[in-house]
């Protein structure tokens, strides 16, 4: 099922830049203890930070902490770091008291993954109520709930219009043919129809997943519970061998910046940013930060469908902020306090407006983002589901899949050797 609720209330990797130090963001003086001491006058909070830009975690967090009078220390690290970081110090008992994780079981910082191994606390009756509908079981275990999304984001092919128009483009392709076309009248003009960080495998399983959702989901919403139950497998799927056999076709016609299996997110950034590139596989979210730092013209698209689909988009709640297990009971209840606070509709929508997303509660169509335009129809119809790998059983599955997009760009795997990769490490 979607993993929404209607665009009632309506309830995505990063891009990577060096960052150092520590943002102290602080509403009274005096030294935050960080990780699980006993100082109940403040908490800290590790992030993934994108660029310089990326402020949204640091600006909610400073602003209640002004408003409380609390030490809260935000310490971030760059997103191709991150994960590692976070199980890392998870695991030896010395990570900070918050952290941003991923719903579900498909990714190594992921909420139930990591509440199984007691390495989490659970949270309280309003966090529970955010969780979207369909959605319960990346949140919880034993009926208990680990992790309070943040904002819901829509995920699709984040376009520069400027840089389309520049290329001769009037307009964002309707169908894949259409694309496949775009891709070389914009090389024809100099310019890469879709920058890709090929070397990530973050990216390139995103950039098959958004593929994905009219080749599989929009048909089959259920079919992640499908393969759970043994019905189906990715190598037996037509959907799953078009999705990955649109991201050879497109390699073969250009429709990639030359040397893409080496790219990286400073080639999105870039790319996105200087017009070089029409389009990039990233969070809606990143259209706005990118489309600040450099004054562009970003909207989010679905991926094109191809004849005889609807078209059809992933959105869905991809971060939760989550609590250090190791955190003293002091701390917790400061942190429950301000997960509230991030709750109500004002700091919700405050949060997704300098996050780029879409509010976890209060939001409406008319209210949504200026890059959310050429979506909000999607939004509002219900055509979405939520990220494939979020109800993956293990991060290997999303790894089998980004490193078998990286295989398909050098020639080293087929389409179906990788599908066959994604059904062994299912399990």
């Known amino acids: 099922m ?6 009632r209330p309506l309830r995505l990797p990063l891009l990577a830049a060096p ?21 109940a006058d403040g908490f800290t909070v590790m992030v993934a930070q994108a660029n310089d830009d990326d402020q949204s975690y640091a600006k909610t967090l ?36 918050v952290m941003i994780l991923a719903p579900g079981t498909g990714q190594p910082i992921s909420v139930v993954s990591l509440a199984e191994a007691g390495l989490l606390a659970p949270l309280g009756d309003s966090s529970a109520s955010l969780v979207p509908a369909n959605a319960e079981n990346q949140y919880e275990v034993e009926g208990k709930v680990y992790g309070q999304p943040t904002a819901l984001i829509p995920v699709g092919l984040v376009y520069n219009n400027d840089a389309a128009k520049q ?10 043919d259409a694309l496949l076309a ?46 759970a139950e043994g019905k189906v497998t990715f190598a037996d799927s037509d959907g799953w061998k078009e999705t990955l056999q649109d991201l050879v076709d497109m390699n073969s ?28 596989a990233v969070p809606g979210s990143a259209a706005s930060s990118i489309g600040a730092a450099s004054g562009a013209d970003l909207t989010v698209q679905s991926f094109p469908p191809s004849s005889g689909q609807k078209p059809f988009l992933l959105a869905s709640a991809n971060y939760a902020w989550g609590v250090n297990a ?37 939001a409406s169509e008319d209210t949504l983002l200026p890059q959310y335009k050429n979506i909000g129809s999607l939004l509002e119809s219900n055509s979405y589901t939520g990220l494939p790998n979020a109800a993956w059983p293990n991060p290997s599955v999303y790894d089998a899949l980004g490193a078998g997009v990286q295989g398909l760009l050098t020639g080293q795997k087929t389409v179906d050797q990788v599908l066959a990769d994604m059904d062994a490490a299912w399990g």
Not at 25 to 38: K, R
Request: glycine fraction near 12%.
């Open 2 to 7: 979607p993993q929404h609720s209607s665009l």
């Open 19 to 39: 960052l150092a130090g520590v943002l102290i963001l602080a509403g009274c003086s005096g030294n935050s203890d960080s990780g699980s001491g006993d100082s």
């Open 62 to 97: 400073e602003a209640y902490g002004q408003e409380k009078g609390l030490n809260i220390e935000v310490i971030p690290y760059p997103s191709e770091a991150y994960n590692t970081q976070v199980t890392t110090q998870l695991q030896a008992g010395n990570a900070a008291d």
């Open 167 to 176: 290329a001769g483009l009037s307009e964002y392709p309707e169908s894949y």
């Open 182 to 227: 775009d891709c070389k009248t914009a090389r024809d003009a100099g310019k890469d129809f879709t920058v890709l960080a090929g070397a990530i495998t973050f990216n390139t399983g995103l950039m098959a997943q958004l593929i994905s959702a009219t080749r599989v989901y929009e048909a089959e919403p259920d079919w992640n519970e499908q393969r």
């Open 253 to 280: 016609a250009g429709c990639f910046q030359d040397g893409a299996a080496g790219g990286t997110f400073d080639n999105i950034t870039a790319g996105l940013g200087g017009g070089t590139a029409l389009s990039a």
């Open 326 to 362: 190791k955190a003293s009971d002091a701390k917790k209840q400061l942190i429950q306090d301000f997960l509230d606070w991030v709750a109500t509709p004002e700091q919700a929508k405050s949060f997704a407006d300098s996050f780029g997303g879409v509010p976890i509660v209060g």
